[in-house]
């Protein structure tokens, strides 16, 4: 439940901040909640290739780019 309120606050504050510094603090997020993250359509194929045994997932960015994640079970 930790994991979720350190995201919700750094996805708060992601938008007001650049791109690189969003993919920082998401990718710093995904570390703290135990779940790989990544920001473009390369990022994503290495993410969902190595998402073996996870919970996968995309979205688009308020920004238009793809994002997405694979949570560790």
């Known amino acids: 439940m930790k994991s979720i309120s350190v995201i919700l606050i750094l996805l708060g504050i992601t938008g007001c901040t650049s791109s690189a510094t969003k993919e920082f603090l998401g990718q710093a997020a995904g570390n703290a909640a135990n779940t790989q993250v990544g920001y473009n359509k390369q990022q994503c194929f290495t993410v969902k290739s190595q998402c ?22």
Do not use: F, I
């Open 52 to 73: 073996v045994q996870g919970h996968y997932e995309t979205w688009q960015t308020s920004d238009g780019v793809e994002g997405c994640s694979c949570k560790k079970l």
